[in-house]
């Protein structure tokens, strides 16, 4: 379903070349497994079974997780006339609607497809940003969803997590011999843990560098919808800056969702911790905008 938010070949690129090298990564792993002796099998199908449904209800499980509620327009007015809009300008399907009562400014898309998808804000995004800025932030989401990045970063995410369950029941299995029996054999089970550590820390890499481009990407296309990227700039700032008024246990509650978030609850350093980021700096994201800016011919 196509929209005219700006194409992104670099984008979809990056998603397809990521979902190829994690599921080759997995039937390597898996082959290593069977190899090694483990039943797959089990695993596979308890893991397929859970991706299934974090696929499906990846919207609602979102929500719950992040305190969000679906709004009507006679609630929440103002934003869904804002989403109107941008919709229309857009030519797109408008998502469902929610809010989530949290004091850390920050909105999230989620859901597999422009169906089903669905924006949230929190109220304490509602509060800080001017209808400028916040149209920024809602255009930036809706290009996720526009994207389709949002269900191939639900499956990246979620791949992850097959190598934990692989380890707990090699573990939990008893394979912690040794191959042939004897004193001289090979561990096992030390071989198991070696290559499922192996394998998360391949697909955690790659699916941060997707998560740091697709929102680069989404900037781009959200910028470039508006016509504003200055008021994007604007609502970046400060969001990013209002994040250290808020308290540290409340960014620590949101910081697993960050991958999700327009912004980082707690922004990691520079250099080589930039690697394990969801988002790429602010300072990449402004100079981004900048030049955005400059092409335009405006702010």
Do not use: W
Not at 19 to 35: C, K
Not at 137 to 149: G, K, N, P, Q, T
């Amino acid at each position: 379903m196509s929209t005219r938010f700006a194409s992104d070949r670099g984008l979809t690129s990056r998603m397809v070349v990521t979902m190829f090298l994690l599921g080759l990564l997995y039937v390597v792993f898996v082959g290593v497994l069977i190899a090694l002796g483990v039943r797959a099998l089990t695993v596979l199908v308890l893991a397929g079974g859970l991706l299934l449904v974090q696929y499906f209800l990846s919207d609602r499980i979102a929500l719950f997780a992040m305190h969000g509620r679906e709004v009507s327009p006679q609630e929440a007015p103002e934003l869904h006339g804002l989403i109107d809009r941008l919709c229309a300008m857009a030519d797109m399907p408008k998502p469902r609607v929610a809010i989530a009562d949290s004091d850390v400014p920050n909105a999230f898309a989620t859901g597999r497809n422009q169906k089903r998808a669905v924006v949230c804000v929190t109220t304490g995004i509602l509060r800080r940003l001017e209808p400028q800025e916040l149209e920024g932030v809602i255009a930036h989401e809706l290009s996720h969803v526009a994207h389709r990045d949002v269900a191939v970063m639900t499956i990246a995410s979620f791949l992850g997590i097959v190598a934990g369950l692989m380890t707990r029941f090699a573990l939990y299995s008893g394979l912690g011999g040794r191959r042939n029996g004897g004193q001289g054999g090979v561990p096992i089970g030390a071989i198991v843990l070696l290559v499922s550590v192996i394998v998360y820390a391949v697909s955690f890499l790659l699916t941060r560098a997707l998560s740091r481009y697709r929102e680069l990407a989404a900037d781009r296309a959200g910028a470039l919808l508006t016509q504003r990227p200055s008021a994007l700039a604007s609502a970046l700032t400060k969001v990013t800056g209002d994040m250290a008024r808020i308290p540290t246990r409340d960014l620590r509650e949101a910081e697993p969702f960050n991958a999700f978030y327009f912004a980082p609850a707690l922004a990691g350093g520079q250099s080589l911790a930039n690697l394990f980021s969801t988002h790429p700096s602010l300072e990449r994201r402004l100079e981004q905008l900048a030049n955005i800016s400059r092409q335009l011919g405006r702010g």
